[in-house]
């Protein structure tokens, strides 16, 4: 696979990124690297890949490099540099004789190079699509078109997939489950915390690369083995926190599992408004715009499943979104605009797996504009729940045919909003185990039956809830 | 009790195996997945998630695309509605055949117009069917031979659109007008009857309602819309925090 290929350019532009790292800090760690670090004869073999200079300083440089953001102009040939950096790094970690010993340059390495590589990985395709879109004839199609293998889909799954296998993290996660010790099972590379950092937050990687790609059902699959809760190790890296909760909540509204992901929009909202005081200002401005992005999504779900939200999020919502959000939950043609243009600025930026097609530029549509297209489907089949329910809510018993007066539609065009109310009201929502099972459950505290063209409405009144003011005020008195 | 999405209850033992090793990204597992896909439209099952997995190695792999595996699919993914497999597969169809530009048709080069207008057809059913408008799903079905041709390889279609039809009025209705539903199935007479009766096990009153009576629909659990009380559900563990300030500052 493309993993082991290596294109002949990769010395200068390493160069050129080592000195992107001008960071005082970053020099100083290298530099003590240098004093501590003695590589071993698995360095022979990378020093063929960036040739020039001592191996230590390089082998530091790649490092740093590899957990750093390309410029934003950057160059093709940049893009194609840092992938190769990318094979050679990860070459050189998964297949040297036996596990390497690198001293990384912080905690938060692991986690930042696989951000890093998949975010390369993605922008790289959409501006490859771009490209084909808008000019299939420049110069840089035509070096796009020669190198189809760059980033490619198998070898970034090949790479995340290797990770995993090589730290045998999943097989670590499923022992921990049961509370038994996981270097039992770790082996010789699992052991040490650099692979197991990556292994780790490759398994993060992969949900994010899955949810990219159209396949929601695997991407939460993926999860198997990890327990979202806050001792999970994901917790320790707030962006990696965030970074799954995104994109598991994502999933889990594609797959129309309202009340799933609010719960997993709600949950990371919450502790993110409850941290925002301890985290270090760089970090949590990295996260604003994802912050924004998933109330939009809890907007968008909330209207489709209306549901009692936490207070905080419910404040929060009502002041980002307050407007949007009545329009979305009254429904109708009207609100159509508004799921779409809430879902854009939400959704996360899809990939197409192959190289587009240079030759017919009309037919690489924007894979945005086709999972967009797909779910505004499902908005337009729901459109109207929201104006029956409203009118459900003021009856007891209602005859069809006078409600079809009122709502001036026909008799059976609202027997068929009435029975896709009734289907989507049922929905999966998870219990325990995986993040894929769940049982059907009656999600509305709405239900109605149809006794020929009378419809019997009931409700499911929520009793009083003590507890949280109970504990609010127990918590004062202290 | 609550199914995975990942399970598939006759789903053999290669294929699980395949699904959960890194052999489901090998373009060489293709034939066996198409195998498999052919097995559920002849013995009536269906395993979504392993349809999933070979429309993934198409969207990895296009050459290897076969275009009667895909439609197939998708048609076996309308006879499980209104659940969103039909959705989740189209998010993994490339994404032209959705979004045909005009000059597509006129383009040998695409290749795929046909597939693309398949794809087309049968989303209008999914819509149809979404928006539980069965008499309009019957009649689109009817209208263009292309519909029969698509659904042809998928045993028993129309008897599992049917049921399926019949499940969702069952959660809606106790009773429903005769010929409302006679719509809704696309059966009449003796046939509607037998449907009814012996498959569904519902009754019929023929003296009430409009000419050719009601349908009776027996009392279950989604037709019954019972009043009821959600009670807060209280656990220790939210009292923990207080229980231990209370250790930690003692009076």
Known sequence: MALYQRAPYSTADAQQLMEDESDQEEEALVNDYKEQVQFDDGMSDLAQVTSGGGGVQDMQAQLAAAATPLEYQATLETKFASYDNYCSLFHYILNSDGPVDLEVPSYYWAWDVIDEFIYQFESFCRYRNRVARTSPTDDEAQVLRDNPNTWGCYSVLNVLYSLIQRSQINEQLAVMKRNEDPMSVAGEYGTRPLYRMLGYFSIIGLLRVHCLLGDFSLALKTLDDIELNKKAMFARVMAAHFTTYYYVGFSYMMMRRYADAIRMFSHILVYVSRTKNFQKNAQYDSITKKNDQMYALIAICVAFNPTKLDDTIHTALREKYGDQLTRLQRGGPDALPLFEELFRSACPKFISPTPPDFDNPEINVDPVDHHLAIFMEEVKNTMWSPTVKSYLKLYATMDLKKLAGFLEVEPEKLRGWLLVNKQRSRQVRWNEGGLLDGDVVNTNDLDYAMQGDLIHISEAKVGRRLVDWYLRNLARTY | ?251
């Open chain 2, 1 to 251: 009790m609550g199914i995975a999405f990942d399970f598939a209850q006759d789903r053999p033992e290669h294929i699980n195996e395949i699904l959960n090793g890194l052999d489901r990204y090998n373009p060489e597992t293709t034939t066996v997945f198409q195998d498999y896909v052919t097995q559920q439209c002849e013995d009536r099952t269906y395993d979504c998630y392993a349809n999933l997995a070979l429309l993934k190695l198409y969207q990895f792999n296009p050459h290897l695309t076969r275009d009667e595996t895909t439609t197939n699919i998708l048609v076996k993914a309308l006879t499980v509605f209104p659940s969103p497999d039909f959705s989740l597969c189209l998010h993994l169809l490339p994404p032209h055949i959705l979004h045909p530009s005009s000059t597509s048709s006129s383009l040998p080069a695409a290749g795929d117009a046909p597939l693309s207008e398949a794809v087309q057809k049968l989303t209008t059913l999914n819509t149809l069917l979404s928006q539980a408008d069965y008499r309009g799903f019957w009649n689109t079905l009817d209208s263009d031979d292309l519909y029969a041709d698509l659904v042809a390889d998928v045993n028993g279609f129309e008897e599992l659109m049917r049921v399926r039809i019949a499940v969702t009025a069952g959660q809606s209705c106790r009773e429903v007008d005769r010929r409302v539903l006679e719509s809704w199935l696309q059966l009449h007479g003796q046939e509607f009857e037998r449907f009814i009766l012996e498959i569904c096990g519902w009754g019929l009153d023929e003296t009430t309602g409009g000419p050719g009576g009601v349908v009776l629909i027996p009392v279950n659990k989604e037709n019954e819309a019972k009043e009821t009380v959600v009670r807060e559900n209280v656990k220790f563990d939210q009292f923990s925090r207080i229980v231990k300030r209370a250790y930690e500052q003692p009076a």
